[in-house]
């Protein structure tokens, strides 16, 4: 059974750093195919794809949103982290991590975690 | 940038066939999902690779891609269908895209 959940701050300030972690269970990330993604919702709002990384390593950043973004993994721990710098207002949302799939020029969601909300405010 | 386009609601009655449709340029040349989310839960996948299903999912929602649109189909909507849906697509350029949302309505 896959089962993902997101961890951090919930409120960060205007400018701070925002880390977040992301605990996995059920897969590994040393297994081709597999992968692991952060998509956020502001409240209200559409989903908005950020970043994802591959079992190789290999890692995509949102063009929009590139400057800001970090993606690393841990695979003896389990783990990935987001990091997002310079963080504003309209970046409150709630972040999701989610497990995913590529294969034949596809690549799908299959399991997503609980999400988090973050707030930025002073 | 690539983008995905999708109407902001849809209504159906109880029963009937919902469609949802998901405009881009030349999405028929790449493959499209759809995600369910229901209000304060987490995306839930529903079609992957255009037209597969997942383990669990209803028989009732099935998809099609085809030229610039992509489309999810609820046979025999219910009201537990009521939710936001998502499309989403890979594009080469932009990596990962998401529709804008649709919100279904079963009146």
């Known amino acids: 059974q896959i089962t993902l959940k997101e961890s951090g701050p919930t409120l960060v300030k205007p400018t701070q750093t925002l880390t977040l972690t992301c605990t996995f269970s059920g897969f590994s990330l040393s297994t081709s195919g597999v992968g692991v993604g952060w998509i956020r919702q502001p409240p209200g709002k559409a989903l908005e794809w950020l970043t994802l990384i591959y079992w190789d390593d290999d890692k995509r950043y949102s063009p929009s949103l590139k400057s800001r973004l970090t993606i690393t993994k841990d695979t003896s721990k389990n783990q990935v982290v987001l990091t997002m710098t310079n963080m504003d207002p309209v970046d409150t949302a709630t972040y999701y991590c989610a497990h995913f799939l590529t294969a034949a020029g596809c690549t799908w969601f299959d399991y997503w975690g609980q999400g988090t909300l973050v707030t930025v405010s002073s | 940038s690539y983008e995905l386009t999708q109407p902001p609601s849809v209504s159906v009655s109880p029963g009937q066939t919902a469609s949802i449709t998901c405009s881009g340029d030349k999405l028929g040349n790449k493959y499209a999902c759809w995600y369910q989310q229901k209000p304060g839960q987490s995306p839930v996948l529903v079609i992957y690779q255009d037209n597969k299903r997942p383990s669990g999912i209803p028989e009732r929602f099935s998809g099609s891609n085809s030229g610039n649109t992509a489309t999810l189909t609820i046979s025999g909507t219910q009201a537990m269908d009521e939710a936001d849906y998502y499309c989403?697509?890979?594009?080469?350029?932009?990596?990962?895209?998401f529709g804008g949302g649709t919100k279904l309505t079963v009146l």
């Open positions: 989403q697509a890979w594009d080469s350029s932009t990596s990962v895209v």
